[in-house]
């Protein structure tokens, strides 16, 4: 029975679209996205948004809008100070109505912080009346032992692990993400995610068993600003102002159908 409860979680397929901006949830959600990952600052891997675009996101009416809780980029060891405004933020995209959260801190030694992460996992579901949630990020890819962190994840009743299988893409690191699908036993949906597109996705889906994929299914698009003024970089030097990466319907079309054609999509 339990062999076949595995099997039935492992045909089911999801796509989730990771988003950074308001822009790209409705892109999602016209492409045929129900489920998201809202975040800001993209360029720095995705930081915890603003309460308020958790609300304007939220009236979408996108089916589940799971909140990234990252207070700062670089790595995921956090001090007190900054796991107080993680577990502020986890509540305030409760309150705001986000049906997820997307959480991960590390140690100094590279193994799960069970103890902070067990503290964003209650805080998180004694807010709300329904379920919520809980997604560990890619925090996971740089953990010392991909079997002991599993292992963490799972007694943290994480529902969804996102992961490159500990490669610089998902396409790089099948392997792990097929192992990961076996050791988790359906008890946590194993998400890939890292460079999947439409011409490797299915290919990911198909030779990993994942229950998810993610991307960014984005694009560039030209500024609608007709004055320019060209050579004064807000961020980076060299960066172009006027040309945004956002997320693309017709992609997030194209990867719903691979993931439609390969399970079920939900």
């Given amino acids: ?14 796509l989730e679209i990771c988003c950074g901006d308001i ?11 129900r489920r998201i990952e809202l975040c800001s600052g993209l360029s720095e ?18 089916q589940l809008v799971n909140v990234l809780i990252r207070p700062r980029p670089g790595d995921f060891l956090y001090s007190v100070s900054e796991a107080r405004v993680m577990e502020d933020d986890v509540a305030a995209a409760i309150e705001a109505g986000a049906g997820g959260v997307v ?3 590390l140690t100094p030694d590279g193994d799960i912080d069970m103890r902070l992460c067990s503290r964003l996992v209650k805080r998180a579901r004694t807010l709300s009346d329904s379920p919520v949630n809980i997604t560990f990020h890619r925090a996971f890819d ?19 692990l996102l992961t490159s299988g500990m490669a610089a893409t998902a396409e790089a690191g099948m392997a792990v993400l097929a ?19 439409p011409g490797n996705a299915a290919r990911i889906l198909a030779e990993t068993g994942v229950g998810v994929i993610h991307a960014t299914a984005r694009s560039a698009r030209a500024s609608g600003m007709r004055f320019r003024r060209e050579g004064v970089p807000m961020g ?7 040309s945004l990466r956002v997320t693309d ?16 999509i939900r």
Avoid at 1 to 14: A, N, S, V
Avoid at 236 to 242: A, F, I, L, Q, S
Avoid at 249 to 264: F, T
């Fill in 103 to 105: 959480i991960g801190a």
């Fill in 179 to 197: 192992s990961l699908v076996v050791r988790s036993a359906g008890r946590v949906r194993i998400m890939a995610g890292g460079g999947v597109t």
């Fill in 142 to 160: 740089l953990a010392r032992d991909a079997g002991g962190a599993l292992d963490d994840i799972i007694s943290l009743g994480c529902d969804c």
């Fill in 23 to 33: 822009g790209s949830v409705h892109a999602a959600a016209e492409g045929g996205a």
């Fill in 45 to 62: 891997g995705g930081l915890t948004p603003s309460v308020a675009l958790i609300k304007e996101a939220v009236r979408t009416g996108i």
């Fill in 249 to 264: 319907p017709a992609i997030v079309a194209r990867l719903a159908d691979i993931v439609r054609a390969s399970g079920v």
């Fill in 236 to 242: 980076t030097p060299g960066t172009d102002e006027y």
């Fill in 1 to 14: 029975m339990m062999t076949q409860i595995i099997q039935e979680l492992m045909r089911q397929k999801e």
